[in-house]
């Protein structure tokens, strides 16, 4: 199922775009590389550009396709999508997707637009109008600005008395967290230098800083141009939520947060600096001076893992259900031990089962019951996390895109025919018990990601899995 528009007509998920309207919104994003201005809004860095160019090279595919790809397999929206492309002035590619997304966007496109929506090289019709469109987009949508005023502290807490019933309270939270000067914090990163960029997302850039003698990571939230009401409540409400769960979860295997700014024009969430790096760049884009994981390293990542996501759902009478574990949320200190990051997704549970509104995280490694149906359950962390195991044990990403394959389907196809030790990560260190290793994660992984998720295990089960049969012995 997913997610209602306002007219009642269901918010499509980008990857189920119809054929000929993603054929015509690729051409126009291929011309003048329009694309990669895209997929900078999108949150992908130069290094993540050249990849898709790269990937796109190997399988004849245009990178625009890629990027599409790439990008719906997060579980993004057309309406997302559209109002990525109002905000660099992409008239004729909003125009080519207008009619699958909610009419009360389209004014986004402005009359002049729409008579030539075709015509991307129109640049003095474009300025002369961005201004009147951005105007009017704020005025049908009634958009939150979070960067409008200074006060970004009242706004968090206007937003989050807005926030569908939540019950966090900025003020509490600037009581029980440290609080830091938003001048500090740009001081921290050089007035945030791009030379200090650890990364970028929709919502957000994470800067290197060093604060009180401490390298920490500081996350900005930013607003990017014009902002939807739907797209701006969902950044509030990440941010909320990372504020929230963070402040209440202490733990070895859980991201520590250090601190809050929010009294400059953008808020800023302070974190401990993971100068590991994260599991997928270990895993995917390690520099060749990286060595390898080694077996006995995935097993420590995967069991202190399973350990943070226990931890989250069981220390409290509601379980706090991660919702979007993937390689690339889950951090490495110096001695390649796991911390869980990214709340931004993390909601409440109930005993059985909570219907969401809508499903966010990675498609690929989300289940059936949570994409289809938003049955929200802590066997959706169970169901990641086995997806997890099967990258960490092959050294293969969940989503081949030169063969458009998932890996779950190649560890079952691989597995019925007898042939599983063919997919062994042969960059791993060689040791004599490497197939049985090998073998016994890939057996759990394959526990966690059965199709109906009362047969998939607890993390407490997952857990003692790993300290039976995999010797795994907290630090």
């Known amino acids: 199922m997913t997610p209602t528009r306002s007219d009642g007509i269901t918010d499509m998920y980008l990857y189920d775009i119809p054929f000929m309207e993603r054929h015509n919104l690729c051409q126009i994003l291929l011309k003048h590389n329009v694309w990669q201005e895209l997929a900078t809004q999108m949150g992908y860095n130069r290094c993540e550009i050249d990849e898709i160019t790269k990937c796109s090279y190997e399988t004849n595919d245009r990178e625009a396709d890629e990027l599409l790809t790439r990008w719906g397999e997060q579980n993004h929206t057309i309406t997302e999508l559209f109002v990525l492309l109002e905000r660099i002035h992409q008239y004729g590619a909003m125009n080519a997707i207008k009619n699958l997304v909610d009419s009360r966007y389209h004014k986004l496109i402005g009359k002049s637009q729409m008579s030539n929506s075709t015509n991307l090289n129109d640049e003095d019709k474009t300025k002369s109008t961005s201004k009147r469109i951005s105007n009017d987009s704020e005025k049908i949508l009634n958009a939150p600005m979070l960067s409008d005023d200074n006060n970004v502290s009242e706004r968090l807490r206007n937003d989050n008395k807005q926030s569908h019933g939540d019950k966090f309270d900025v003020n509490e939270c600037e009581v029980k967290i440290t609080k830091i000067d938003y001048e500090v914090l740009r001081d921290a990163t050089n007035n945030w230098s791009d030379k200090n960029v650890l990364g970028k997302g929709g919502f957000a850039t994470v800067f290197k800083g060093t604060w009180i003698s401490t390298i920490v990571a500081i ?19 990440q941010s909320l939520n990372e504020l929230r769960h963070l402040n209440s979860c202490r733990h070895d295997n859980i991201l520590p947060l250090y601190g809050i700014s929010i009294n400059g ?26 060595p390898p994981l080694t077996w006995q390293q995935r097993i420590n990542i995967a069991g202190g893992t399973a350990r943070g996501l226990k931890f989250l759902h069981t220390f409290q009478e509601r379980p706090l259900i991660h919702g979007d574990i993937k390689p690339a949320n889950i951090l490495l200190d110096p001695c390649n031990q796991p ?106 992984g394959m526990e966690c990601t059965k199709d109906k998720y009362e047969q998939r295990p607890d993390m407490s089960k997952v857990l003692h899995y790993f300290e039976d049969h995999l010797n795994f012995t907290p630090l």
Do not use: W
């Open 219 to 237: 996350k900005r939230i930013e607003n990017r141009g014009t902002a939807s009401t739907e797209m701006s409540k969902i950044q509030i409400q």
């Open 265 to 290: 024009t953008d808020p800023c969430l302070v974190y401990q600096l993971m100068q590991g790096g994260s599991l997928e760049q270990r895993l995917f884009t390690r520099p060749a001076n990286v």
């Open 339 to 444: 911390k869980i990051g990214d709340f931004g997704l993390v909601r409440e549970g109930n005993d059985n089962e909570t219907i969401v509104s809508r499903a966010y995280g990675t498609k690929a490694y989300l289940p059936a019951e949570f994409l289809q149906y938003r049955k929200l359950t802590t066997k959706v962390d169970s169901y990641s996390f086995g997806i997890v195991l099967f990258e960490l044990s092959t050294g293969l990403r969940v989503y081949d895109s030169r063969t458009k394959s998932y890996l779950i389907k190649s560890i079952e196809s691989h597995d019925m025919e007898g042939k599983l030790l063919e997919l062994i990560d042969k960059t791993a260190a060689d040791i004599d018990d490497k197939e049985k290793i090998f073998g016994a994660i890939i057996d759990l």
